[in-house]
């Protein structure tokens, strides 16, 4: 690079430039010179101006030409180096946008809750807890870019013992069909602490908030409430629970329910159908619904075996003088877990196909 000296002498000038125009490019280096000539040959041109000391102005000159030729990546470092963000807020922030060195800066959040940003300003959301937050800003010169993180605690608002434990009891659910052991909550989002206990039914029991499932061969059905608690203040919240019954084991035999019979006039077609159970289980009871041409006879009925019979009535097998005919006859049959019929455990339904030799007019 040039550098200047100081002149020593006492001659005047005989031309001097004006500098008519500048151009620079984006990064503020000249490209471009324009100057006019002012000269007088015979007599001088005399001017008077500031003296320069040649360091002072080499010293300047050198600064400026540093800063020209900082390369991007320089800038971009810089002003990552120069950039901060408060560890901790509580309200609305401005962000930086564009570093000293002249680069530009964008923002996000990646991770957490609490700050959302628009442009240059991060808006705070507190809530009745802590937040702690994760936002980078990307930092570009030119193609340079480099990336920084920030962690940032959004402070939790002031609140009451009220707010944290209704504000624990709207948020909290449980699965309400249980039907094994399981931990209940023991503790809201917003710190109070919660205490379970049954409040009416059977097939669960609660200790030190864990729930204890004892399962049966029908539904049980209970109410458990849960006691929300932060310092004096306490709130309850009841939930329906569900104890669905245990899978029972029947053999059914014959295990298909569509029956088919022809008629046979002075014959009469029946049909018997034995339930087994591999376990014993007490007072299973049995109970059968059929079609009114059907007959129903129960020969067992408390047991590990439940047995019954279906027969066509005297009036379906009476003699018709129509064209064939088959008609459907539907059949119904319950077990019941308890002596007084009052728990239902299956349902099985069936039919029997019908096929008339001579068919009975339509009513």
């Given at each position: 690079?040039?550098?200047?000296?100081?002149?020593?002498?006492?001659?005047?000038?005989?031309?001097?430039?004006?500098?008519?125009?500048?151009?620079?490019?984006?990064?503020?280096?000249?490209?471009?010179?324009?100057?006019?000539?002012?000269?007088?040959?015979?007599?001088?041109?005399?001017?008077?101006?500031t003296a320069l000391n040649a360091a002072q102005l080499n010293e300047i000159v050198d600064l400026i030409y540093k800063n020209a030729i900082?390369?991007?990546?320089?800038?971009?470092?810089?002003?990552?180096?120069?950039?901060?963000?408060?560890?901790?807020?509580?309200?609305?922030?401005?962000?930086?946008?564009?570093?000293?060195?002249?680069?530009?800066?964008?923002?996000?959040?990646?991770?957490?809750?609490?700050?959302?940003?628009?442009?240059?300003?991060?808006?705070?959301?507190?809530?009745?807890?802590?937040?702690?937050?994760?936002?980078?800003?990307?930092?570009?010169?030119?193609?340079?870019?480099?990336?920084?993180?920030?962690?940032?605690?959004?402070?939790?608002?002031?609140?009451?013992?009220?707010?944290?434990?209704?504000?624990?009891?709207?948020e909290l659910s449980i699965n309400t069909v249980m039907s094994n052991n399981i931990l209940l909550p023991s503790k809201g989002r917003y710190d109070s602490t919660f205490n379970w206990t049954v409040i009416t039914g059977?097939?669960?029991?609660?200790?030190?908030?864990?729930a204890y499932i004892t399962r049966d061969y029908v539904n049980r059905y209970a109410t458990i409430q849960v006691t929300a608690t932060y310092n004096s203040y306490s709130n309850t919240k009841r939930f329906d629970i569900v104890i669905p019954a245990l899978e029972l084991d029947l053999e059914i035999n014959p295990s298909n329910l569509e029956i088919y019979w022809t008629q046979t006039v002075n014959y009469y077609n029946a049909v018997q159908f034995t339930i087994y159970y591999e376990k014993k289980i007490p007072d299973l009871r049995l109970e059968v619904e059929a079609h009114s041409l059907l007959t129903v006879e129960i020969i067992n009925?408390?047991?590990?075996?439940?047995?019954?019979?279906i027969r066509e009535s005297v009036d379906l097998n009476q003699a018709k003088e129509e064209s064939s005919k088959t008609i459907l006859l539907p059949f119904e049959f319950k077990i019941y877990f308890a002596s007084n019929y009052n728990n239902l455990v299956k349902t099985y339904n069936g039919n029997i196909h019908y096929t008339y030799t001579k068919v009975l007019p339509s009513d």
């Open positions: 690079m040039i550098k200047f000296t100081d002149r020593k002498g006492t001659s005047i000038n005989d031309k001097i430039l004006e500098v008519k125009n500048v151009e620079r490019n984006e990064s503020g280096e000249i490209i471009r010179l324009e100057v006019k000539e002012i000269r007088n040959d015979k007599v001088g041109i005399i001017e008077e101006g900082m390369q991007d990546k320089e800038r971009v470092n810089n002003d990552l180096n120069e950039l901060s963000v408060d560890s901790k807020v509580n309200t609305n922030f401005k962000l930086k946008t564009r570093g000293e060195h002249g680069s530009t800066i964008s923002w996000e959040v990646i991770s957490g809750t609490g700050i959302t940003i628009s442009g240059d300003n991060a808006i705070v959301t507190r809530e009745l807890y802590d937040q702690n937050v994760t936002i980078k800003a990307t930092i570009t010169f030119n193609n340079i870019s480099q990336d920084k993180t920030f962690e940032v605690t959004v402070s939790k608002k002031e609140t009451t013992d009220s707010d944290r434990v209704n504000n624990d009891l709207n059977t097939g669960i029991d609660i200790q030190d908030n864990y009925n408390n047991s590990q075996e439940l047995k019954f019979n």
